[in-house]
C-alpha cells in the first residue's frame, strides 16, 4: 500500500489571530484545539483511505457504533516543537506509529503503517502551524492521534469499519501548579492492567479503568495514583498515565521492567538511553514496593519521579498508602530528576545537540 497523503481542505473561518495569542498566552492542558484535524477511514474491504486534513469539527458517529459500545480504540500522544530559529519537530515520532501499531494488533484494529501515520501529523502541524507555541514557558502543540470502531453495529466482533483521526491542542504544563512534586496514592483496592489483559496498549479503556483509583488518591490528598501488579499486589507497575523511576545512592535508575501489563513509554525509553550520560546505571526489574518504601524511609532511594509524554518528567515528593505516609529524598524535586528533565526538553527543545537522532522535522 502507498503511504496517505492527508490533502488539506482549509477550514472556511479559522481562529482569529487574537484569539489564538490569547489561548496561547496560558493554553492549559487539552482544552483548546487547533483549526484542522486529520482523518482516514479504513473498511475491511477497501482498506485504509478517505485521508485528508479538514476543518475541526464534530463527528459524525452512529449511535450504534461499536465504539461507544465495546470501548474498541486506541490513541497516541506526541507533541511538536518550535525550536528558536522557528522550525518544528517531533520527538521520536516513529516510535508512537509502532506502538499505535501493537496497540491496534490488541484491540484487533486495522494497522496504520508508519509512513501514513507520519504524513498525518506533519500535515496537521503544518495547515496549523501558526499554533505550535514559542518554545518559552515549555509550551509545545500537544498531538493526539486516535482509532475508533465506527462500524454501525451491534454485535460482538472486531469492527468492520475503523476511524482515524488527529486532532491537535496547544499545552502548557500538564500539571496546573508547574513541576512540583507529586504525591501519589498506591492503591490496594484497583489494579490498571492484568497478565494476558491491555496493559501495554494504549487504549481509552485502560484509563476508564483508572479513573476510580484517580478518585480514591483524591480523596487521599493525593495528585496520582499508583498502580501495583494485579496478581500480588505487591510489585509498582505505573502511575494512570506515567511510568516511575527511582534514582538509588549508588548511582542506580531503577524502573519496573516491561511484564506485558506496563505502557512502555518513549519518555520511559529515552530516560533508561539518557541515563548514562548522568553517569546512571539503568536497571529494569520487579520493584517490591515493600523495600522501595524501606529504601525511600531508608535514603537509599534519594529520588523518584514519573514520565510521560505530557508530564516530560515529574518529580514524586511523598508516598501515601493506607499504612502511612513516606517523603522522598527531602520531599522536593532531586537533582538527577531535574536534570534529566532538563536533558530531554533541552533536546525536544533544539537547546542540546541531539546525538540520537530522536528529532524529525515537521515544518
Ligand atoms: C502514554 C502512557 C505513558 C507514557 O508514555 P509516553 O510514550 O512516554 O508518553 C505511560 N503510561 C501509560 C498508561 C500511558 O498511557
Redo the contacts with the bound molecule.
Keep these: 500500500m502507498t503511504a496517505l497523503a492527508f490533502p488539506r481542505t482549509d477550514a472556511p473561518r479559522r481562529t482569529s489571530d487574537d484569539e489564538r495569542a490569547r489561548i496561547l498566552q496560558n493554553p492549559g492542558f487539552g482544552s483548546s484545539f487547533t483549526d484542522h484535524m486529520a482523518v482516514a477511514r479504513w473498511t475491511s474491504e477497501s482498506g485504509w483511505g478517505g485521508d485528508g486534513i479538514v476543518p475541526f469539527g464534530p463527528l459524525t458517529l452512529s449511535p450504534a457504533s461499536a465504539v461507544l459500545h465495546y470501548a474498541q480504540e486506541v490513541f497516541e500522544?506526541?507533541k511538536a516543537f518550535r525550536h528558536a530559529d522557528g522550525s518544528i519537530w517531533s520527538f521520536r515520532p516513529e516510535?508512537?506509529a509502532e506502538?499505535l501499531q501493537r496497540s491496534a494488533r490488541r484491540l484487533a484494529l486495522p494497522e496504520l503503517d508508519t509512513e501514513s501515520f507520519l504524513a498525518s501529523v506533519r500535515e496537521l502541524v503544518a495547515a496549523d502551524v501558526d499554533w505550535v507555541p514559542d518554545p518559552a514557558g515549555e509550551q509545545s502543540l500537544y498531538l493526539r492521534p486516535f482509532m475508533y470502531a465506527s462500524e454501525e453495529f451491534l454485535g460482538v466482533r472486531a469492527a468492520l469499519t475503523v476511524d482515524y483521526c488527529v486532532i491537535a491542542s496547544p499545552a502548557g504544563s500538564y500539571f496546573p501548579r508547574g513541576v512540583q512534586p507529586l504525591v501519589v496514592w498506591v492503591t490496594d483496592t484497583y489494579a490498571?492492567a492484568g497478565a494476558g489483559g491491555t496493559g501495554a496498549a494504549?487504549c481509552g479503556g485502560?484509563?476508564a479503568s483508572s479513573l476510580v483509583g484517580k478518585q480514591e488518591a483524591a480523596e487521599h490528598g493525593a495528585d496520582e495514583v499508583m498502580f501495583l501488579d494485579s496478581s500480588t499486589h505487591t510489585a509498582i507497575e505505573?502511575?494512570?498515565?506515567?511510568?516511575v523511576f527511582a534514582v538509588t545512592d549508588d548511582g542506580r535508575l531503577l524502573t519496573p521492567r516491561l511484564t506485558g501489563s506496563?505502557?512502555?513509554?518513549?519518555?520511559?525509553a529515552s530516560i533508561l538511553r539518557l541515563a548514562t550520560d548522568r553517569g546512571l546505571e539503568p536497571v529494569e526489574e520487579r520493584l517490591e514496593l515493600a523495600r522501595v518504601l524501606e529504601d525511600v524511609r531508608a535514603g537509599r532511594i534519594r529520588e523518584m519521579f514519573a514520565?510521560?509524554?505530557?508530564a516530560v518528567i515529574t518529580p514524586i515528593g511523598e508516598f501515601r498508602t493506607k499504612d502511612g505516609t513516606w517523603t522522598v529524598g527531602d520531599g522536593g524535586s532531586g537533582e538527577h530528576t531535574m536534570a534529566l528533565r532538563e536533558l530531554l526538553t533541552g533536546i525536544q527543545y533544539g537547546r542540546v545537540e541531539d546525538r540520537h537522532g530522536w528529532l524529525t522535522r515537521l515544518v
Design positions: 500522544g506526541l516510535k508512537n506502538r490498571r494504549k485502560n484509563y505505573e502511575l494512570s498515565g506515567m511510568n506496563i505502557l512502555e513509554g518513549v519518555t520511559r514520565c510521560g509524554t505530557a
